[in-house]
């Protein structure tokens, strides 16, 4: 009988490895963090048992709960407060894409709209009609827009918080979700005080203002201590956005939080180094998976597992972090740059192609890093000690995604310095 590993690739042991790290036992542990504690002693017990196949369906479930994980956010506000250009900011859109929310100076939004996210489309952005308009009161309005559907709400305003927005908050609250208040359209703002008063012009200080001025309106209305983000459209990454994507993730649950976490549009390099964080925590689980299949005795199952893994793995990274061909040129075009000028600064195969042959290129290469990957979990670990019959499975897919995330999210880290060339 063969081994579990007889149909993968030959490995190279004396190919020269680019250095990978590895987590401590602490972070392995960490990394059940999306997992429930009854989940947590069904791996534990199926691992210690040998059960590898029972092992890699638990985990296999886990993996598609988190993927399918639905997030639904709902964005609202007055007439003209700027709610559907938020609602393609959010996406990583503008106002002229073609799966964008129609905007414009008057209510465009008749009827609670659902907006996809156009590569994460388990994350919804939902563009609720104006509160305050004749046909959307206050107290009917959360009845009106299916309250239930939403996991938490933003409320808009482009110049003052009203009575409107207080009482929507107020029953937003008594139904048990949560509400953050964003204030919109900054920077027209700050620009014309700017125009106004260019030789006393303070931008910290007029900030400060209008934050002050948001809280006192809707202290005055009987909102204690609310949130409140200063925020642009046209210029995400700036003000109070990372404030509100911190609060946000914080706030939801960790499933959602992975979700909201991924389908961030990539404006700051913060937030690519929290989506690095985010995909590592499943390296793990996906190189289970693959061990578990490893030990299955069935010729061809082992390869095949493999390479979709891998495949499916590497071209979601290149997604996430906005290297496909779409994503490069939207950001080409926004800060006026070639997209060939950008792409200068890749350096990673798989962030220009994602192919069978690419992975099994470096499948044949993997051999010395994954032999210390399956060494390094069997002996640290003490609950992955019954991967060795299909360890040199596990530590391949291990070895081969975490070398490539990080390839692919410096890649990434490199592109958005270039293009607007400076620490975003």
Same mark, same amino acid.
């Given at each position: 009988?063969?081994?579990p590993?007889?149909?993968?690739?030959?490995?190279?042991?004396?190919a020269?490895?680019?250095?990978?790290?590895?987590?401590?036992?602490?972070e392995?542990?960490?990394?059940?963090?999306?997992?429930?504690?009854?989940?947590i002693?069904?791996?534990?017990?199926?691992?210690?048992?040998?059960r590898?196949?029972d092992?890699?369906?638990k985990i296999?479930?886990?993996?598609?709960?988190?993927?399918?994980?639905?997030?639904?956010?709902?964005?609202?506000?007055e007439s003209?407060?700027g709610?559907?250009?938020f609602v393609n900011?959010?996406?990583?859109?503008?106002?002229e894409?073609?799966?964008?929310?129609?905007t414009?100076?008057?209510?465009?939004t008749?009827k609670?709209t659902?907006?996809?996210?156009?590569?994460?489309?388990?994350?919804?952005?939902?563009?609720?009609?104006?509160?305050?308009?004749?046909?959307f009161?206050?107290?009917?309005?959360?009845?009106?827009v299916n309250?239930?559907r939403?996991?938490?709400?933003?409320?808009?305003?482009?110049?003052?918080?009203?009575?409107n927005h207080?009482?929507?908050?107020?029953e937003?609250?008594?139904?048990?979700?949560?509400?953050?208040?964003?204030?919109?359209?900054?920077?027209?703002?700050?620009?014309?005080t700017?125009?106004?008063?260019?030789h006393?012009?303070?931008e910290?200080?007029?900030?400060?203002?209008i934050?002050?001025?948001?809280?006192?309106?809707l202290?005055?209305?009987? %909102?204690?201590?609310?949130? =409140?983000?200063? /925020? @642009?459209?046209?210029?995400?990454?700036?003000?109070?956005?990372?404030? !509100?994507e #911190?609060?946000l993730?914080?706030?939801?649950?960790?499933?959602?939080?992975h979700?909201f976490?991924?389908?961030?549009?990539?404006?700051?390099?913060?937030?690519?180094?929290?989506k690095?964080e985010a995909l590592?925590?499943?390296?793990w689980?996906?190189?289970?998976?693959?061990?578990? %299949?490893?030990a299955v005795? =069935?010729?061809? /199952? @082992?390869?095949?597992?493999?390479?979709?893994?891998?495949?499916k793995? !590497?071209? #979601?990274?290149?997604?996430?972090?906005?290297l496909?061909?779409?994503?490069?040129?939207?950001?080409?075009?926004?800060?006026?740059?070639?997209?060939?000028?950008?792409k200068?600064?890749?350096?990673?195969?798989?962030?220009?192609?994602?192919?069978?042959?690419v992975?099994?290129?470096?499948l044949?290469?993997a051999?010395?890093?994954a /032999?210390?990957?399956?060494?390094?979990?069997?002996?640290?670990?003490?609950i992955?000690?019954?991967?060795?019959?299909?360890?040199i499975?596990?530590?391949?897919?291990?070895?081969?995604l975490r070398?490539?995330?990080?390839?692919?999210?410096?890649?990434?880290h490199?592109v958005?310095?270039?293009?607007f060339?400076?620490?975003?």
């Amino acid at each position: 009988m063969r081994t579990p590993h007889s149909c993968l690739p030959r490995l190279d042991p004396m190919a020269v490895q680019p250095p990978v790290a590895l987590p401590s036992r602490a972070e392995i542990i960490d990394e059940y963090d999306i997992i429930t504690e009854e989940d947590i002693e069904e791996i534990k017990d199926a691992l210690e048992g040998g059960r590898m196949a029972d092992a890699a369906s638990k985990i296999m479930e886990n993996l598609q709960a988190l993927e399918n994980a639905r997030l639904d956010i709902a964005v609202t506000g007055e007439s003209g407060s700027g709610k559907s250009s938020f609602v393609n900011a959010i996406r990583g859109l503008g106002d002229e894409d073609d799966v964008s929310a129609a905007t414009g100076v008057v209510e465009t939004t008749l009827k609670p709209t659902p907006y996809p996210h156009p590569k994460h489309p388990n994350v919804t952005v939902w563009d609720l009609p104006g509160i305050g308009t004749p046909d959307f009161r206050s107290d009917t309005y959360l009845e009106q827009v299916n309250f239930s559907r939403y996991d938490f709400f933003i409320l808009i305003a482009s110049e003052r918080f009203k009575t409107n927005h207080a009482r929507l908050a107020q029953e937003i609250q008594k139904q048990g979700k949560r509400f953050y208040f964003v204030r919109s359209k900054v920077d027209a703002d700050l620009e014309a005080t700017k125009k106004r008063r260019p030789h006393t012009y303070n931008e910290e200080g007029i900030l400060r203002q209008i934050r002050e001025n948001c809280q006192a309106c809707l202290e005055a209305e009987n %909102v204690m201590s609310p949130r =409140i983000f200063l /925020l @642009s459209n046209w210029e995400l990454s700036k003000y109070d956005f990372v404030l !509100l994507e #911190e609060t946000l993730e914080q706030e939801l649950p960790s499933h959602k939080r992975h979700a909201f976490l991924l389908a961030l549009p990539n404006i700051s390099l913060e937030i690519l180094h929290k989506k690095r964080e985010a995909l590592q925590k499943q390296i793990w689980k996906l190189a289970t998976v693959s061990c578990g %299949v490893a030990a299955v005795p =069935i010729p061809g /199952l @082992s390869v095949a597992c493999d390479m979709t893994i891998l495949i499916k793995s !590497l071209s #979601e990274y290149r997604k996430d972090f906005g290297l496909d061909d779409d994503s490069l040129g939207k950001l080409a075009e926004k800060v006026g740059k070639p997209v060939e000028e950008i792409k200068e600064v890749i350096k990673s195969p798989l962030a220009r192609e994602i192919s069978r042959d690419v992975v099994v290129k470096m499948l044949t290469k993997a051999g010395g890093g994954a /032999l210390m990957v399956a060494e390094y979990f069997a002996s640290a670990v003490p609950i992955f000690g019954s991967l060795a019959a299909g360890g040199i499975s596990f530590g391949t897919t291990y070895y081969m995604l975490r070398s490539s995330l990080n390839e692919v999210a410096d890649d990434a880290h490199r592109v958005l310095i270039k293009a607007f060339e400076s620490d975003v």
